[in-house]
C-alpha cells in the first residue's frame, strides 16, 4: 500500500510538472531535417478499416468512431479507443488500402493531431503513446510524409522531436508492463533515425534489458500471464531488432534470447485452428498476424507441454488439446488486466473448440469488467462471489496466496492435478481440480473438491460451469440431471457426464472473436456445501467410436 501510495504521488507530481507553459517550452529545441534509418512495418493492415478512416472514421475491431470536428478525444469512449486513435497504429490500415486518397488522409490526420496536441496532455501524451506513435510516424514517413511539402515536414518533425524529448524524461515513471515496452521501441526509433540523438537510443537498449528481466518470466511466458499481451510484447522485440538491423547495430544477446523465449511460450498458447487460448483478456486473435509473427521469430523445436512459471498446463493427446490455467495471479500492476479464474481450463479437438472462456471486449470497458468475473469462465464459484476480489481500480485484494500443480504423465495418458485458496479468507474452504486425459483424447475426466477444516457456517452455494463454444450444438439428455450431448460443427459428438450435483443447461456468451456478443450455452453443476467436504465427478466422452 505505501509503495502504490508513493508511486500515485510521483506521478501526480509528474503531471502537475508537465502541465505547465515553462515545460511545453523546454520541450522545444533543434528538429531533424530528415530520418536517418526508417524502418519497415511488417504487420498487415485492414483494407476495410483504411476505407472508413477516409471517411472520417476509426475503426476498431468491426466498430467505428467518427473523428467530428478535429476532436481526438471524443466523451464517453473507453481508454482502449484514445489507445487506438493516438497510437496511430492505423496507419496500417491506410498503407494496406494504398492509393492517393489514403495518402492524403494520413497526412491530414496527422496534421489534425499535432494541431491539437501541441502541448502535453494526460493521456495522449502519455509514454506509451508517445512510443507508439512516433515509431509510426518513422515507420511510414515515406508513405505519408516524404512527398509532402516543406511545411507539412517541418511540423512533422517539430513535433516528433518534441515528443521524443518528452519520452526520453518520463520513460522510467511513466508506465508498465507492455506499454513500456511500447515507449522503449519509440525512443529506440527516434534515437536511431534522428541524427545526433544516439543518447536516445542508448537510454531505449538500457531500459529495454530491464524490462525484459522484469517482464518476461524463466518459461518465456509475459508476466502478465495473458497470452494478448504475450504476442504484443513478442510483436514489440521483433520490431526492435528490425530497426536494430536497418541502423547496422548489433542485436543485444538478451533481446534474441527473448524473442526465441517469448517464440516458443507463443506456440504453447495456440490451438489447433491457429487462434489463442481465450485466458485473461486475450481474443482468438487475427491468424494471419499470429502466423506472420511465427515466422518472423522463426521459432524452432519441440513445442512446450507445461509454463510453470506462468502457471499454465496443456494436455494433448490425439487431436485433443486441454489448457489449464493453474498459476498464480500477477502481481500489481499487470493484475489490472488478469481475469479472476484460478483452474479454469479449455478443450478443443482438433480446430474445434469445445469448451472456452467467455473472451473479452476490444473496446467496452463495461464488457471487460464483466467478463473478468470468475463465471465467465469454466471454474467453480461458491456463493456467486469471485475466486479473486477485484476492486474498483480494477486491481486484485483478495485473490488466492498458494496455488500448486502437480503432473503425472504416462504413455497415452496425463494427470493434472492443482489446488488454490482463493475463496479461503472468505469462508475457508479449499478447491481442488483434477483433469485426467486418456484414451488417444477420446476421455477427458474430472473431478472438482472443495474442502474445509471447520466446515462452512451455513451451507455455501457451488457451481461448477463448462462455458461452450457458439458453433458446438448442445442438449440436456436421458433422467436425473447427469448427462448432455454435444455435437461440433464437424458432427462429432461429445457425452457429458456428472454426479455429485444438478446439471442445468443455462445461457452464456462468447467474446471471443470480435466486438459482437454471441449468444451461446453452458453447462452448470449445483450444488451445496454443508459439511466439511463436496465432490463433483464429471466426463467427457467422444461418442460413435
Known amino acids: 500500500m505505501i509503495t502504490n501510495l508513493i508511486r500515485k504521488i510521483r506521478r501526480d507530481a509528474s503531471e502537475m510538472a508537465c502541465n505547465t ?41 468491426g466498430d467505428q468512431i467518427s473523428l467530428q470536428g478535429g476532436c481526438w478525444e471524443p ?56 512510443g507508439s506513435r512516433i515509431a509510426m510516424w518513422i515507420s511510414y ?75 518476461i518470466l524463466r518459461d518465456g511466458a509475459h508476466v502478465s500471464r495473458a497470452p494478448v499481451q504475450h504476442l504484443q510484447a513478442l510483436q514489440i522485440l521483433l520490431d526492435i531488432r528490425t530497426a536494430l538491423a536497418a541502423a547496422g547495430q548489433a542485436l543485444p544477446e538478451t533481446v534474441q534470447h527473448a524473442i526465441d523465449s517469448l517464440s516458443a511460450a507463443l506456440r504453447f498458447f495456440r490451438y489447433g485452428d491457429g487462434g489463442l487460448a481465450v485466458f485473461h483478456g486475450t481474443q482468438e486473435g487475427p491468424k494471419e498476424l499470429l502466423d506472420s509473427v511465427l515466422a518472423q521469430a522463426n521459432v524452432r523445436g519441440k513445442g512446450l507441454h507445461t509454463l510453470p512459471c506462468a502457471g499454465f498446463e496443456k494436455i494433448t ?80 485484494s483478495r485473490k488466492p496466496r498458494v496455488v500448486s500443480i502437480v503432473r503425472e504423465e504416462t504413455k497415452g495418458s496425463c494427470l493434472l492435478e492443482a489446488t488454490h485458496d482463493g475463496y479461503a479468507l472468505l469462508n475457508g474452504i479449499e478447491h481442488r481440480r483434477r483433469l485426467y486425459l486418456s484414451d488417444q483424447g477420446h476421455d477427458l475426466r474430472g473431478e472438482d473438491i472443495l474442502t474445509s477444516q471447520a466446515g462452512p457456517a451455513k451451507p455455501v452455494n457451488v457451481a461448477i460451469r463448462f ?48 466486438s459482437r456478443p454471441r449468444k451461446t450455452k453452458q453447462l452448470v453443476v449445483y450444488g451445496d456445501m454443508p459439511d466439511t467436504e463436496f465432490k463433483v465427478k464429471w466426463a467427457m466422452q467422444r461418442e460413435g467410436l
Open 317 to 396: 493427446e490425439g487431436r485433443t488439446l486441454v489448457m489449464f490455467d493453474c498459476g498464480r495471479s500477477p502481481q500489481r500492476p499487470h493484475d489490472k488486466t488478469a481475469h479472476a479464474a484460478p483452474l479454469a481450463f479449455e478443450m478443443a479437438y482438433g480446430k474445434e473448440r469445445i469448451f472456452v472462456s467467455c473472451g473479452t471486449h476490444p473496446s467496452s470497458a463495461d464488457w471487460q469488467d464483466a467478463l473478468r468475473a470468475t463465471a465467465a469462465h469454466n471454474t467453480v464459484t461458491l456463493d456467486y462471489r469471485n475466486a479473486c476480489e477485484i476492486r474498483e481500480d480494477g486491481h486484485f
Open 75 to 130: 466523451l464517453g469512449v473507453s481508454e482502449a479507443w484514445l489507445n487506438h486513435m493516438h497510437g496511430f497504429e492505423w496507419l496500417r490500415d491506410l498503407r494496406a488500402l494504398g492509393g492517393e486518397e489514403a495518402r492524403q488522409q494520413a497526412r491530414w490526420l496527422t496534421e489534425s493531431w499535432i494541431y491539437y496536441h501541441q502541448k502535453w496532455s494526460p493521456h495522449a501524451w502519455r509514454a506509451d503513446m508517445c
Open 467 to 514: 462455458h461452450i463454444h457458439p458453433r458446438v450444438m448442445v442438449s440436456l439428455i436421458g433422467e436425473g440431471n447427469e448427462e448432455a450431448l454435444l455435437r461440433l460443427p464437424s458432427g462429432i459428438g461429445w457425452r457429458f457426464h456428472q454426479s455429485g450435483g444438478i446439471l442445468k443447461l443455462e445461457d452464456s456468451v462468447y467474446l471471443g472473436e470480435d
Open 21 to 61: 507553459v515553462l515545460y511545453n517550452w523546454s520541450l522545444r529545441g533543434e528538429a531533424p531535417e530528415r530520418l536517418n534509418v526508417k524502418p519497415a512495418d511488417a504487420w498487415p493492415g485492414n483494407v476495410e478499416s483504411g476505407r472508413w478512416l477516409c471517411d472520417g472514421a476509426f475503426a476498431l475491431a
Open 141 to 215: 514517413f515515406e508513405f505519408f510524409v516524404e512527398a509532402a511539402g516543406p511545411d507539412f515536414q517541418d511540423l512533422f518533425f517539430d513535433s516528433l522531436s518534441k515528443q521524443a524529448r518528452h519520452l526520453s524524461r518520463v520513460l522510467q515513471r511513466d508506465v508498465a508492463g507492455v506499454p513500456m515496452l511500447r515507449a522503449i521501441k519509440g525512443l529506440l526509433y527516434a534515437g536511431l533515425a534522428c541524427e545526433g540523438r544516439e543518447a536516445w537510443a542508448q537510454q531505449a537498449l538500457a531500459q529495454l534489458n530491464t524490462e525484459i528481466s522484469k517482464q
